[in-house]
């Protein structure tokens, strides 16, 4: 949320200097440059203030008291020796979710780059479904098909599973992006003239190169997993939750500070994903841009 | 100078002999004499991107493939490179060795390719080294022999720069050293000069025939541009619509072109046509003396710096000068013959011609061009 658009210069009326051409901008700068950053603060403000109180709740004694009651960490505390499972599952299964998405998106991603056609495109939109989709119907398709494998229904595997579905498609086009934009045939063929059979032309050229898409790809796949609700709260059982779930179960049954005590520690986890994200779309871009 | 049929055998793993006392790269014992054999190419869609063809090039000899866009030339490289194969029937021979079932990857080829193709996740000196580590050579040894091709090259010192830290030119400097490195038993040239600039673009060319002359390299070249072919060719095969309408030396294309197109696409060529008579051909424009094989011609052709101007009436043909354009090392003159022809004439006379001039033109027998049919 910062300024995009640099405003424009003012309509010039008679044939003026280049200098009072450039005092005229100056004076619509000004003024539209402080309607704007009020604007933008005031959006800011919208954001950011539920998210401090929100902190604030779970670190003050008694949030209807405020702040003045005193700050504490018992709520911490407590969210951790009632949740700590929620949270090592949900860590769990975003690393396990990782591993599926890169194990099968970067393939599918490079599939699709070498055979750029009618049905690439086709089973790229079909991938990109489950998005699309209300996270219930992909849930309850996944427990109408695998409900009755009981051991299986019951494991957080089952959560996986829709993870997984729901995570595949953003894995996949963020290295299909970055793969399609390189001269991925003339790569792998010179490559090949050089004497480098499949897997080294693989894994030694293709997928170092497309290493920021499979990064930005995997920082995106553990973010979306570990806040994913919509899936996970059709698939988990009393003994799977993640902290989504378990995030819901506090604010929905305990006090509202163990419930926010609770958004502190998931921000704690998500923020860092978040900036590491911003951070590597910054890095990239000049990469990219020097290949050319 | 043939591999006699001894694939793979230059680089062994560490501690064989011949990798620990590697030869000096002038010496460039693997090149391989290239055969194709009734070598054809029909795409799924049907469109013939090259006709039957049968071609023996020499070990170290360099073969230019020239010819426009779409006459088969990249097709060719790519049979030969193993990137594409020949419709059935097909044979491909690198010495006596046939590799026609066999991927580029197990052919011992070198390639350099228009866009570079480096690998941008290595640098210089690494995609230099790279073939040389597919083939498990050891480190210190990679490393030597990549510092010597990129001193060859004279790119000394760039070996850890980042490969979007180069120029043009130098990315194609390294491409062609990453691709000498294997010792290959060919090396294909895919338009490597086409995406630099007209100065850089000559002083690669000029390194390269330097290098493939020194190294004794079997290459093979593929361009559209025709000063490139002629200046790097041992031999020129001149392609169009899938087939090699003439291949011969440099000298033989220029001023013995075997077809139209051939006369038509090196340089310029004039050409007059009009009546025999005995040993002359008779035109509006005067009558030129036709050398003594060209038995049914109704045409002759000949190349603009072979015309002299002379006085008018002088010389086999007269004509107006139409147009004169002063290129600083010579004055091309457009001149109009009567009956609707029109020649080309270079000149380095230091005069000015004007427009409407009557000259006269000169040719001699030796220098005319005649196709049979």
Known sequence: ?292 | MSAEGRPEREFRPPGSSEVAKPRAWGDHNDAASVRLAECAKTFADGTRALLPLNLDIQAGETVVFLGPSGCGKTTLLRIIAGLAQPDAGGRVFFGDDDVTARPIERRNVGMVFQSYALFPNMTVAENVAYGLRVRRIRGDERRRQAAKLLDMMHLAGLGDRRVDQLSGGQRQRVALARALAVKPRVLLLDEPLTALDAKLRESLRVDIDRLLRSLGVTAVYVTHDQAEAMALGDRVAVMSHGRVEQIGAPQDIYYRPASAFVADFIGTMNRVSGQRDGASLRFPGGMLRLPGHAMAADHAMFRPQDARIVEPGAGALTGRVAAAFFLGSMTRVVVDLPGEQTIVIDTVERRSFVNGEAIGVDVDADALVILES
């Open chain 1, 1 to 292: 949320m910062t300024t995009s658009s640099t405003p424009h210069p003012p309509r010039i009326r008679s044939a003026p200097s280049p200098r009072s051409r450039g005092e005229g901008r100056d004076e619509g700068h000004s003024r539209r440059f402080y309607a704007q950053l009020a604007f933008t603060v005031l959006v800011c403000a919208f954001l950011v203030v539920p998210v401090v109180l929100s902190v604030l709740a779970g670190l003050s004694q008694n949030f209807f008291v405020g702040v003045k009651s005193g700050l504490t960490l018992r709520w911490v505390g407590q969210v951790w020796s009632l949740y700590s499972g929620t949270i090592f599952l949900s860590l769990a299964l975003a690393l396990e979710c990782l591993a599926a998405t890169l194990v099968l998106g970067v393939p599918i991603a490079y599939v699709l780059a070498r055979r750029p056609g009618r049905m690439a495109r086709l089973f790229e939109e079909l991938l990109v479904l489950p998005v699309a989709v209300p996270g219930l119907a992909t849930a309850l398709a996944l427990i109408l098909l695998y409900g009755g494998w009981r051991g299986f229904r019951a494991s957080s595997l089952f959560i996986l599973v829709g993870h997984v579905v729901f995570t595949l498609p953003f894995m996949v086009r963020s290295v299909l992006a970055v793969m399609a934009a390189m001269d991925l045939v003339t790569l792998e063929e010179a490559a090949a003239s050089l004497g480098a059979g499949f897997f080294k032309r693989f894994f030694g050229v293709i997928v170092p190169n497309a290493r920021y898409g499979i990064l930005a790809g995997a920082l995106m796949v553990v973010t979306l997993s570990v806040g994913e609700f919509n899936i996970t709260w059709m698939l988990h059982t009393p003994l799977t939750k993640t902290i989504p779930v378990g995030l819901a179960d506090a604010y929905a049954s305990l006090r509202l500070e163990i419930g926010s005590a609770y958004t502190i520690v998931f921000f704690v986890m998500i923020v860092p994903l978040l900036v590491a994200m911003q951070w590597l779309s910054r890095e990239r871009a000049p990469a990219l841009a020097g290949r050319k």
